[in-house]
């Protein structure tokens, strides 16, 4: 039951109406079903997909004109009758933005989900909320995509799951072997992190190239454990890999940057029987022109990314607890949620890594 202090009453929350549209408005505080818990938001994180949603004003996982926020930590404040009676309230927590099918026979799940593309779940359930400062967890979130967390573990760091998540899926699905060269194009919190999980996987057995534009991000790459980090402004993606490696060809190339140009020059990285990690989203309808006779006759394979599974969340939050991610390098910023509008602003500049809204 929700408490009698919070019942009924209302809160500030950013509000995506469409594009470029994004209001903070008084609304109800969220109202729990009977498997739902509430929790009151201590950190949100904003990232590149909250700025890529609120340019376009537009995502599978928001119904227009709806709640914005997907990364969050905080603590249970109330609990549904029927939820499970572990969550109580004052319970710190973190937890994933959506959840795949969760009933008990694997024959009434959807065919994605009987296949173990849980990232794909054709009923895929989005939350999103977590700009303001309670938050609903729908039951089937919290069924397999709630973790409890020790009063060791930084709010602000936990928030940063959900996207380590992301980056978790990937790395399941890549093929590694010793004294492979990966390539990571863009040094911003996505590539870190890659940097971070494989360095920490695979040791000094892979070599590690960061590729980006900004010298700051790039020192933080090496930091992270890149063997190589090269500024690649007016120069060919492939002079810098073959500054690195000799060769202008890698064994796995990781797009983490958007854009054409980069997924363009990522191909041509690729070399024979190598991977293409195609992480980034981009526009409905965005076009890559691809030499077939080269993904045909050296076997390129291109792996897309989308989303995470609960398994890949879990393996999130441990890294995070662990400390065998040092995300707190990566929040360069923390606002008040009123200063929404300014946090955006500075996803699309560059001018932080990842900020932290204080609801």
């Not at 060791?152 to 928030?159: G, I, L």
């Not at 899926?169 to 010793?178: E, G, L, P, T, Y």
């Not at 993904?295 to 599974?309: C, G, R």
Request: aromatic share 6%; proline share 7%.
């Amino acid at each position: 039951m929700i408490p009698v202090e919070i019942l009924n009453r209302t809160m500030v929350a950013a509000v995506l109406h469409g594009p470029g549209d994004v209001r903070l408005e008084e609304v109800p505080i969220p109202p729990i079903g009977p498997k739902d818990l509430l929790a009151r938001v201590e950190a949100a994180s904003i990232d590149f997909t909250d700025r890529k949603v609120y340019l376009r004003g537009s995502h599978p996982m928001i119904t227009i004109p709806g709640l914005f926020g997907h990364e969050w930590a905080g603590v249970v404040v109330a609990r549904g009758e029927q939820a499970d009676i572990r969550w109580q309230p004052g319970i710190r927590v973190v937890a994933a933005n959506s959840a795949p099918c969760t009933v008990p026979s694997p024959a009434a799940r959807c065919r994605a989900c009987r296949r173990s593309r849980q990232s794909m779940c054709e009923r895929l359930l989005y939350n999103n909320g977590a700009f303001a400062p309670y938050i609903r967890i729908p039951g089937r979130i919290v069924e397999v995509n709630l973790h409890e967390l020790s009063p060791q573990v930084p709010f602000e760091e936990a928030a940063l799951a959900e996207p380590l998540a992301c980056v978790m899926h990937a790395i399941r699905r890549m093929q590694v072997s010793d004294g492979d060269r990966i390539v990571i194009i863009g040094a911003g919190p996505i590539g870190l992190m890659f940097i971070a999980v494989l360095r920490h996987r695979y040791g000094q057995s892979i070599r590690l190239l960061s590729l980006d534009h900004h010298d700051d991000r790039l020192a933080l790459a090496r930091y992270f454990g890149a063997d190589e980090a090269l500024n690649t402004v007016g120069a060919p993606l492939g002079a810098g890999v073959r500054e690195a490696f000799g060769t202008e060809m890698a064994d796995i190339v990781i797009e983490v940057v958007g854009s054409t140009q980069a997924y363009q020059e990522a191909f041509e990285a690729v070399g024979r029987g190598g991977t293409l990690i195609a992480f980034s989203g981009v526009a409905e309808g965005t076009g890559l022109s691809l030499d077939l006779h080269r993904l045909h006759y050296e076997e390129i394979q291109i792996v897309p990314i989308y989303h995470h599974t609960p398994g890949d969340f879990a393996s999130a939050v441990q890294a995070i607890v662990r400390r065998e991610v040092p995300v707190a390098s990566l929040i360069t910023a923390r606002l008040p949620l009123m200063e929404l509008s300014r946090a955006l602003e500075m996803v699309q500049e560059r001018t932080t890594l990842r900020t932290i809204l204080l609801p």
